[in-house]
């Protein structure tokens, strides 16, 4: 880039934002001109280009997500970012796959979105990806949290490939749904999803259910089977829970990567294929690697990209929208009345550490609206081994209560002003709750705190918490 200022430009049917842009781009000595609709922008880009574009999604007139298609064709090279407060799956696809520099969900630090300008300017003229429609109907795969986000725009990023990739997270994330929707938003939509979990097979039968067999090859063999690879030709195989596979069938999925080539079980003609693999697991692999249980060189070939399904615990924020997703499939499914659930009863669930995750989630609303009496659920239908009733709930809510008693405890002591004592421990606790909530992400976690990231960072410095 050359000396002068950046000249970014702002399409955003909301005034507000669209004034808080354009005070943060100036103040941080960018010249900053804002749009209403897209239409005006298209008027005005015909007599000059700026040096990178923030546009909103969903506005009156012309959508972001149609503006991004014809600037891919006028303005190839124009980085565009793109925001908005619908943060989901599609939003995020379909602004990648227009060619969005990236994709930012409000509400956004405005201390990120200006550095995001800095990097969408210093990396002017990144590749072109295809336009086209999201496609697709992932309905499970929702969430507003900042981990979820980050996996909606690896799914974007990589909406136009077909590069192996390696799912890691722990049991009942959604593994499986990431990969489908990772299938559904690739070149390889219209062709097979074959998903196959490795550890639910003996060994001695996986190798023919991956690879397929001959007639004859083994007692019982009585006629030729077609294995997951040749039923996932031209399209995607999902392997899961990988890091259970026997080191000999290792080096077979090794060789089908490198080479798109095998042999069924007793087969002397060899099998070309054209597939993508997508794997998954929730171990550790690096450790495995280490410890011999895990090829070296499978690992490096499965771990092309990666990306990390979250646990529930770190996207608390997610459950009431997940909750009442659920809730609404378990109706469907069971034949049932559709039951709603109310704000204590959520507050109770947020505060739960769902060990299994969405799985045990999905199962807790069939549960519930089968076992819930009324059509409302309420805190005294949650069941104490969800966090219900006698449980930690209900301790959290007479937290008070304690601080009461220790209140009254440090005063007969006579031992300082009690906020001076107790004003650290507060904040040394919340902070540290948070940092867990967000994976240690200080932004999200300051956000989650109601600061600004500098006064989570000079909070943490002075309470000895780095």
């Not at 799985?359 to 949650?382: C, F």
């Not at 909530?437 to 943490?460: D, S, V, Y």
Request: hydrophobic share 40%; glycine share 8%.
């Amino acid at each position: 880039m050359t000396d002068r200022a950046l000249n970014v430009w702002v399409v955003d049917d909301d005034q507000s934002v669209r004034w808080v842009l354009e005070k943060a781009l100036r103040q941080a000595n960018m010249e900053a001109r804002s749009f209403e609709r897209a239409e005006h922008l298209l008027e005005a880009i015909a007599h000059t280009e700026p040096d990178v574009l923030i546009t909103d999604v969903r506005m009156p007139g012309m959508s972001g997500i149609t503006l991004l298609e014809r600037l891919r064709t006028t303005c190839p090279s124009l980085p565009i970012i793109v925001i908005t407060a619908h943060s989901d799956l599609e939003n995020a696809v379909a602004a990648y796959k227009g060619g969005a520099f990236e994709y930012l969900p409000k509400p956004f630090d405005i201390d990120e979105a200006i550095e995001l300008v800095r990097k969408a300017a210093r990396q002017n003229g990144h590749a072109e990806q295809d336009a086209g429609d999201a496609g697709g109907d992932i309905p499970s795969l929702i969430g507003q949290a900042p981990a979820m986000q980050e996996v909606f725009r690896s799914i974007g990023r990589l909406a136009g490939s077909s590069m192996t990739v390696l799912i890691t997270g722990e049991s009942g994330t959604g593994k499986e749904l990431i990969a489908r929707a990772l299938h559904e938003h690739s070149p390889r939509a219209n062709k097979p999803f074959i998903a196959l979990n490795t550890s639910a097979i003996a060994a001695d039968l996986l190798e023919s259910e991956l690879f397929g067999h001959e007639k004859g090859s083994f007692t019982g063999a009585d006629a030729r089977r077609i294995g997951r690879f040749e039923q996932a030709d031209g399209g995607t195989l999902f392997l899961d829970e990988i890091g259970d596979m026997s080191p000999a069938l290792q080096t077979r999925l090794l060789r089908v990567l490198a080479e798109s080539e095998f042999y069924r079980v007793g087969g002397q003609t060899p099998i070309r294929v054209d597939v993508r693999v997508i794997a998954a697991t929730n171990q550790d692999l690096a450790r495995a690697v280490k410890e011999s249980r895990f090829r070296e060189d499978l690992y490096h070939r499965l771990n092309v990209i990666r990306i990390d399904s979250p646990p529930l615990r770190q996207r608390r924020a997610d459950i009431p929208l997940l909750f009442n997703h659920y809730l609404a499939e378990a109706a469907k499914e069971l034949g049932a009345a559709p039951k709603s659930i109310d704000a204590g009863a959520l507050e109770m669930l947020q505060g739960y550490d769902w060990p299994g995750n969405v799985r045990q989630l999905v199962n807790a609303t069939r549960r519930l609206t089968v076992t819930a009496p009324g059509a409302v659920i309420t805190t005294e239908d949650i069941p104490t081994d969800l966090g219900g009733s006698a449980s930690s709930y209900r301790a959290a809510q007479d937290w008070t209560q304690g601080l009461a008693s220790w209140a009254e405890q440090q005063l007969k002591t006579a031992s300082g002003p009690l906020l001076e004592t107790a004003l650290p421990e507060f904040e040394k606790t919340l902070i540290r709750i948070a940092m867990s909530q967000t994976g240690g992400h200080r932004q999200e976690a300051a956000k989650l705190l109601g600061w600004g990231r500098n006064t989570l960072t000079r909070k943490m410095k002075s309470l000895h918490l780095d």
